[in-house]
């Protein structure tokens, strides 16, 4: 691994109150190009642009893959990964799907964990702040060629974040656009997918409801996912998620979710969620709240549900009563430790995180 340090740090005009999320980069990222069939030489650099040409085949093709993971600093000022090791596992798998060739652990693991100790001082601490981290693969070679390229590049870029989405949202149940279909690359972190939705999001905005909740390509009869969340569904005192698919994301927080709820002995289903179902238990009184999770929200909670130009509003709850709140406060306690981490899956910075991994 090659480390190159900046000779002038920007850390002295960052103010943790009062930045931009996914415009403020940290000083250091994570590079490695592939050529000639093989990657090379691991670098660890300023951050900053590179010069690329309009004939990039990542930008002509859609070879591009990405993660989405977070590093948290607690009260003592040590540096903690949240289950690294399963961002490693989603990265390969969406390579291999987009015909990109797969990182290597040293690569991603070992470049993510010398970054994350260059960087530390841009990990802000206190409730709500963490390190977003994206990793990310993408075909670079010059080439107006519709077919694999021949050149990519591995990256790991940082942005600071801070709690958002923090009040709760309307969500839109779609019944004509869906987020990925049947032989596709849903279950991939394909950047297409993400641009695939912002139209029909815009849609939904435009009828008053921040985000969308995904159905299947075929029927429209059942629930997928919720913006670019995993989502989830609380009847009675039941969980319901649908199951990973080649159309559903394996979200590493959807997984967390549901062995914390297990643990608490919450009944968790895994299955088909119908829209029918969610709609005719609001009806009978038995739907108690709706959430979206992934790794930037964390959680997002749902205040009312658009379905065939009906909009249905979800029970007011605690934050005691509420699952999505306390399954979340739980987590998040989990990866800044302030909670004991019975799974295993915190993993301080400094100890070899390919090595915990």
């Known amino acids: 691994m090659i480390i190159q340090k900046t000779s002038a740090s920007r850390i002295d005009t960052f103010d943790k109150d009062n930045f931009s999320f996914g415009t403020t980069f940290t000083d250091h990222m994570v590079v490695c190009e592939y050529e000639d069939g093989k990657w090379g030489d691991v670098r660890v650099m300023p951050y900053g642009p590179f010069p690329f040409t309009p004939a990039m085949m990542g930008v002509n093709y859609g070879q591009a893959c990405f993660e989405g993971m977070k590093a ?3 009260k003592d000022g040590d540096v903690f ?9 989603r990265i390969n798998k969406s390579a291999k799907r987009l015909a ?3 990182v290597t652990e040293e690569m991603f693991l070992k470049g993510l964990e010398t970054l994350m100790d260059i960087d530390r001082e841009w990990i802000p601490q206190g409730d709500g702040f963490s390190l977003y981290i994206r990793p990310l693969i993408f075909a670079t070679e010059e080439a107006l ?4 390229s021949e050149k990519y590049m591995f990256a790991i870029i940082a942005t600071p974040a801070k709690a958002y989405y923090t009040a709760p949202v309307s969500v839109l ?8 279909a049947n032989g596709g690359v849903g279950s991939a972190k394909a950047a297409g997918n993400y641009a695939g939705a912002f139209y029909p999001t815009d849609l939904a905005n435009e009828q008053g409801y921040e985000q969308i909740i995904w159905t299947d390509d075929a029927t429209h009869s059942y629930f997928e996912e919720s913006g670019t969340m995993n989502v989830f569904v609380r009847v009675g005192d039941t969980i319901y998620t ?3 698919s080649e159309r559903i994301l394996d979200g590493v927080t959807r997984d967390s979710f549901i062995q914390l709820a297990k643990k608490r002995g919450i009944e968790v289903v895994v299955d088909k969620v119908p829209v029918d179902f969610v709609i005719n238990a609001h009806k009978e009184g038995t739907l108690k709240e709706i959430w979206g999770v992934g790794t930037a929200v964390v959680t997002s909670q749902f205040e009312a549900i658009g379905y065939h130009g009906e909009k249905l509003m979800l029970p007011v709850l605690s934050e005691e009563e ?7 406060n739980e987590l998040v306690g989990i990866q800044s430790n302030l909670l004991e981490d019975p799974f295993g899956w915190r993993v301080l910075v400094g100890e070899g995180v390919a090595e915990k991994a």
């Open 72 to 74: 948290y600093k607690d």
């Open 81 to 89: 990964l949240f289950r690294p090791e399963k961002n490693f596992e």
């Open 100 to 102: 990109m060739p797969e």
């Open 145 to 148: 060629k519709a077919r694999k």
């Open 173 to 180: 149940i779609s019944d004509f656009y869906s987020r990925a």
């Open 242 to 244: 649908p199951p990973t």
């Open 322 to 328: 509420s699952y999505a709140a306390s399954l979340k």
